[in-house]
């Protein structure tokens, strides 16, 4: 167990819906990351936050935006969704926003768009 | 900017036999080196590091890694497979200067470890 949970783990919706993904981060670890992995594939960065502001910018859509609260959980935000949206969301966390930290990473949502 | 490559998508063992995983990286200034395991339907798990010193890094599992600046590599390691350790292999790299937050991963490898 890597202290970072993330619900809900299984979500099923249909096109051109709004979904919300949510992320607690592992006690005292300020930095929050998300990433989408599709089928057999690698982790695309999505975006990152560090104690509540965005720091970084991946392959995110316009139509997908992420906040982080003053608790340090983390939001993922999913509108308009398209069946290629369908994919293995994972929020990982980090002490800190640099140097030599792991990220740690929860057990992923599962998004399937019909 | 930084970057990480896993030159093969699959790497296949008898159990028993050392396995190795490829990895190399790109940076500008000096790197931070991990490697990740992740299982069927699991998130990714954190199995070593290299920051600095010793080029020869262990970690979980009974692996290991060995950094090699002059070949900007970061091999896994592990002297005898277990059938278990077949999984999804993820390297990742983050520069070591200050200030930069992005951490890359490679594609990944996936490997099987045959009975």
């Known amino acids: 167990d890597s202290g970072v949970t993330q619900t809900p783990k299984h979500l099923i919706t249909a096109t051109g819906q709004r979904v919300t993904l949510r992320c607690s981060p592992r006690s005292g670890d300020l930095s929050v990351y998300w990433y989408q992995q599709s089928l057999d594939q690698g982790l695309q960065f999505l975006i990152q936050?560090?104690?509540?502001?965005?720091?970084a910018k991946g392959n995110i859509l316009e139509r997908f935006s992420a906040q982080q609260f003053p608790d340090l959980h983390s939001e993922l935000n999913l509108s308009s969704l398209e069946l290629g949206d369908s994919a293995l969301y994972f929020c990982a966390s980090s002490p800190r926003m640099e140097g030599p930290y792991e990220q740690y990473f929860g057990p992923g949502t599962r998004l399937t768009v019909t | 900017a930084q970057s990480v490559a896993q030159p093969e998508d699959q790497v296949n063992v008898a159990e028993g036999n050392p396995l190795t995983v490829k990895c190399t990286y790109s940076?500008?200034?000096?790197?931070?080196l991990f490697w990740y395991v992740q299982y069927p339907n699991r998130g990714l798990q954190f199995l070593l590091k290299?920051?600095?010193?010793?080029?020869l890094v262990k970690g979980s599992y009974g692996f290991e890694a060995e950094f090699n600046k002059s070949q900007t590599s970061f091999h896994l390691k592990k002297p005898s497979a277990l059938v278990s350790d077949s999984a999804l292999y993820f390297c990742a790299v983050r520069d070591i200067l200050v200030g930069n937050n992005d951490m890359r991963f490679g594609a990944g490898t996936r490997l099987t470890v045959k009975p």
């Open positions: 290299y920051i600095t010193g010793d080029n």
């Open positions: 936050y560090y104690n509540g502001e965005e720091r």
């Open positions: 940076v500008s200034g000096n790197p931070y």
